[in-house]
């Protein structure tokens, strides 16, 4: 029989006895006030008990409650007045393996026990696997003596016959069980101990059995005595079970790692060795303790963990699993002989824990037994594998944590982290929940904490006086706030900062340089980036391929494997630490210059490719970088580290601006370009002034692109630059035919076309020729129009260039829709949204807000109402004001054209889309832009309609009101539509 003594806080509470284990499905639970003390407590049981034909061959276990509790806790008992934490105490104990896997438990309570019973039994959470309930010799405990609970007899008492816990049951009793689920509640009294008098013929439901045990609380306790009058009994295997492992109880549930604990029992199966890797706080030991629990019934021999983490001498590791194994030192044998000889026929699974800071001589003591001790299987935990013969590394991922598009407390509460967040936010303030309002804020924490449980679970801790919103808002100093930890536990081991701390501490100083560099980077890495940013004082690239192997093995970076290339980053909690440790040692200038320099090349590299290079190609090599480069513009631009630098990357990722954020390039245009002076070269200040016209005209700003464009345009004359001619004569034609100037605008596309052609520019030849399209569109040439789109489809398909397809596909449809074929339109815009537009939010909103346009014209209201609103969301994220404003203006039309039952619905429907008409008409004013063909075709039918649904001088004063909005006003009464 297993036995542990009791704890003295709450905190610790006992541990479970696994007194008997037959492998079935039921169990007997006996919960008694005595931790530690099983026979002193029960002695043996009464005969009746054992031979209850309803609980026969269920396999046994004890929970020790210790009563000394009341030396340490009294407030706190004081102030539990319902004393729910009892009832929190068996849901505990009935969660850890292996009684988590019982579906069937029958608890038999003494003493204090009686008190757990009762509350458990209430508990919803537990009470659905309670069968039976035997309350067994009173907690006079509670009434008699002095402690805590002398305040709080009436709840001691509530046993009694006809008591509020009686009734209580009874009440919840059709909820809780079925004809197919019976519930037994039998009550055993001693003749002092008279909650139930002895002669009672209490039945508190039909199928129950009292059973009445003469005896007082005193012969209870002392079983020995022969002059007892207490009936017992000997229950089989009770006394004499062996001790079968050493692991630790654990009072927290187990989240989030059910399939890894599969995926290692399948490995233990094939492997004698598993080494579980991962960095600090992944949870390696609480899974693989998890793991030799759910493996003790395959071990013959037991489960035997020895833990590492405490020593700091490394010849002590024999000596701690010796200790474990409960094997004696001789003077005639070598420790390690006696551990070969002890384990050389066992089969039994050893669990190594924390292994890394004794790395090597942990990995010869596992080489020997794995040569010399053929039945015993290894489980290890360390940052770093052991690296020898036979090893199977088990990389431990973090815990999954929600995507920042997941809000829904329903959807979030699907992954991992925050389910673990939330079960320890409520183990220390039940009043948490997850909400709708605060889903969002923990799923954030969980995905800045990148799903690390140590640093999960501190930062939950943080609940009790912080709301998750301040909480997320306090991780900026995430080395205050998670903190805290279980006092008891290593001192490396009760904080965020230690655990790293710990890892740091055992890098050579050429890795710990290298690690601290490692952290410029945002996003992640490249092993070729690695070496650009990271060599010098006494790195060279030679090194970094090591360098980066080291800190993979030790579990300080994370390797992510992608379609041509792996990337390496640093969690953030890990990168925030060795930020510190590079400012402090007086390197993040230079690391971040370094940084800088090396993504500017990078940068003018996809600049110089994006014409010959197809754009899913290019673009993949777009994405990952892109906060990287927002860290070097940051580190230029507004930390001002080097201002020209800065500019020259700001203008170097037009392209990238154009394609994928074009509000975001705005910015950082607008930045670099606020910094230039007399000294700024000409060449930087042409292409800023480049970048800002390609972007202006993708917001439909016309006026501000052809401005930007003609000053790109005089500068790249005077460097002789024809690509930068070509691109700034392409961008001012295209916004002189926007601008209504056709001729002028065309000669300046057909110059451009000419020149890209010329020097291979594929891309720009045909984004103009779809601009020459659009001149013969507005004009209302469609033949010609139609034709420059062919050519530019065509060409567009050669160079690879998905994005202008689409565009030139979308072109295509507002063709259609001009000749009057609406459904033809609606057709080409949902095959150039599917096959091309996703990539841009700009684009997509485009396509989108054109489709509900077209769903209009064909009476599909509820469709265009869906899509418009779609489109509004994406351009206002895209910044896109002028795409914002014609999706009101769509939802302004289907409020004018959708039929409604009451006539009422007409009138304010008709009067809303006035007030929009107003707002919209007031913001394209604004903007400076117009109208293009169909929403101008739109504009005339909503008025058309407004001006048969309301008297002239209401629909001037609605449209007059609707002016006057602000945007925020605007968008809330749209989506009233």
């Known amino acids: 029989m297993r036995r542990r003594s009791a704890p003295e806080t709450i905190n ?17 639970v006996f919960i008694h006030g005595f931790a530690g003390q099983l026979e002193k407590t029960w002695g043996r049981f009464p005969a009746i008990l054992a031979n209850h034909p309803e609980l026969d061959d269920w396999d046994i276990f004890s929970v020790g409650y210790s009563s000394s509790l009341r030396l340490d806790v009294a407030p706190f008992w004081a102030a539990d007045a319902g004393l729910t934490v009892l009832g929190y105490y068996l849901r505990t104990v009935l969660a850890m393996p292996p009684l988590n896997r019982y579906r069937n438990i029958a608890l038999i309570a003494h003493s204090m026990g009686g008190l757990i019973a009762q509350q458990a039994v209430l508990d919803a959470d537990v009470r659905s696997r309670i069968s039976h309930v035997f309350l067994f010799g009173t907690p006079s405990l509670g009434v008699n003596k002095a402690n805590p609970f002398g305040r709080l007899k009436q709840q001691v008492r509530d046993m009694a016959v006809g008591s509020g816990f009686i009734g209580e049951l009874r009440a919840q009793w059709a909820c809780a069980y079925t004809q197919d689920r019976p519930f037994a509640l039998h009550v055993i009294a001693g003749e002092r101990d008279t909650f139930v008098p002895i002669n009672s013929a209490f039945e508190p439901f039909a199928d129950n059995v009292r059973y009445v045990v003469p005896g007082t609380h005193t012969t209870m306790v002392r079983p020995d005595d022969s002059r007892s009058l207490s009936v017992q009994i000997v229950v089989r295997g009770l006394a004499s079970a062996p001790k079968r492992d050493n692991l630790p109880t654990q009072l927290t549930s187990f989240i989030g790692r059910d399939e890894h604990i599969a995926a290692l029992t399948q490995l233990l199966e094939e492997h004698r060795l598993v080494t579980i890797v991962g960095t600090g706080g992944a949870g390696k030991t609480r899974l693989a303790l998890e793991l030799g629990s759910g493996l003790l019934g395959s071990a013959p021999d037991g489960v035997w963990v020895a833990a590492l983490a405490a020593i700091t001498n490394a010849s002590l590791v024999q000596s701690v699993i010796a200790q474990a194994l409960n094997i004696q030192e001789s003077q005639k044998h070598t420790l390690l002989e006696m551990l070969l000889a002890y384990l050389k026929d066992k089969r039994l699974l050893l669990i190594l824990d924390n292994c890394e800071h004794v790395i090597s001589e942990a990995g010869d003591v596992v ?70 309002e605060n889903a969002p804020h923990v799923g954030e924490i969980c995905r800045r904490l990148d799903g ?29 706030v998670l903190a805290g930890g279980d006092r008891n536990a290593l001192p490396r081991q009760q904080t965020m900062r230690a655990l790293i701390d710990w890892s740091y501490d055992l890098l050579s100083d050429r890795e710990r340089r290298f690690f601290r560099r490692l952290s410029i980077f945002s996003g992640g890495f490249t092993l070729e980036m690695a070496g ?49 440790k590079l400012i402090e040692c007086d390197e ?115 006026k501000a692109s052809l401005a930007a ?20 004569l392409g961008i001012a034609g295209r916004s002189l035919i926007l601008l209504a100037e056709y001729a002028r605008g065309e000669a300046l596309l057909n110059e451009c076309i000419e020149t890209a052609k010329r020097i291979g520019a594929q891309k720009l030849a045909v984004c103009e020729l779809i601009a020459l399209g659009s001149s013969g569109h507005l004009a209302d040439d469609q033949a010609r129009a139609e034709s420059y789109f062919v050519e530019a489809l065509e060409l567009a398909q050669t160079a690879g260039a998905e994005t202008l397809t689409a565009v030139a596909a979308l072109n295509r449809a507002e063709i259609e829709f001009r000749k009057g074929n609406a459904q033809a339109a609606l057709h080409v815009a949902e095959k150039a ?145």
């Not at 360390?382 to 815990?399: C, D, K, M, T």
């Not at 640093?455 to 080395?479: C, D, T, W």
């Not at 192997?549 to 970076?557: A, E, R, V, Y």
């Not at 992510?560 to 990168?575: G, I, N």
Request: hydrophobic share 45%; glycine share 4%; with cysteine.
């Open 709 to 728: 464009a003609e000053r790109a345009l005089t500068r790249y004359r005077e460097l002789n630059d024809a690509l930068g001619i070509a691109e700034a």
């Open 452 to 480: 690390i449980p140590f640093a999960i679970e501190l930062a939950a801790a943080r609940v009790q006086v912080l709301s998750p919103q301040q909480l997320l808002q306090k991780l900026n100093e995430r080395f205050r």
């Open 12 to 28: 610790r509470l006992p541990v479970r006895v696994d007194v008997r284990n037959r492998g079935t499905d039921s169990a007997i």
């Open 833 to 977: 949204r599917t096959e091309g537009l996703p990539r841009s939010r700009e684009l997509a909103a485009t396509g989108l807000s054109n489709m509900a346009a077209y769903l209009v014209v064909l009476e599909r209201y509820a469709e265009a109402r869906t899509l418009a609103r779609d489109a509004l969301t994406l351009s206002r994220d895209a910044q896109a004001e002028v795409g914002a404003a014609f999706c009101l203006q769509h939802l302004a039309a289907v409020a004018t054209h959708r039929l409604t039952a009451e006539s009422s619905d007409l009138s304010d429907h008709a009067t809303r889309a006035a007030r929009l008409l107003g707002y919209v008409d007031a913001r394209l004013e604004c903007l400076e832009a117009r109208r293009e063909f169909t929403e101008q075709f739109e504009y005339d039918e909503i008025l058309r309609s407004l001006r048969h649904e309301l008297e002239l001088a209401d629909l001037v004063k609605a449209m007059g009101e609707g002016r006057a909005w602000n945007d925020e006003r605007a968008i809330t009464e749209a989506l009233l539509i």
């Open 532 to 580: 650009k940013v990271c060599c010098g004082a006494g790195i060279d690239e030679l090194d970094i391929l090591d360098l980066v192997q080291s800190l993979l093995d030790k579990s300080l970076i994370q390797a992510e494997a992608s379609a041509d290339v792996m990337r390496y980053r640093l969690l953030e909690s890990t990168r925030d630490y060795a930020r510190e």
């Open 367 to 436: 080489t020997a037994i794995l040569r010399n001790c053929t039945a015993v299987r290894i489980v290890a935990t360390s940052r770093e594998r052991l690296n020898v013969p036979g090893e199977n590394v088990y990389r431990i991922p973090s815990l999954s944590a929600p995507p920042s598009d997941v809000v829904r407390a329903d959807n979030v509460s699907q992954y991992a982290a925050v389910q673990l967040f939330v079960d320890r936010a409520i183990l220390l303030n039940r009043r948490f929940a997850l909400t709708d």
């Open 588 to 702: 993040q200038p230079a690391a971040a210059l370094a940084h800088a320099e090396a993504f500017l090349a990078l940068a003018e590299d996809l600049e110089s490719t994006f014409e010959t290079t197809p754009d899913s190609e290019w673009l993949a090599q777009i994405y990952p970088e892109m906060d990287n480069w927002r860290a070097a513009l940051d580190a230029t631009l507004t930390a001002r580290g080097d201002v020209l630098l800065g500019q020259r990357l700001a203008g170097a990722l037009r392209w990238v601006w154009w394609n994928v954020a074009a509000a975001e390039g705005r910015h950082w245009i607008r930045v670099a370009a606020a910094e230039i002076d007399s000294s700024t070269p000409a060449a930087v200040i042409a292409k800023l002034d480049l970048a800002a016209a390609w972007i202006d005209g993708s917001f439909t700003q016309y």
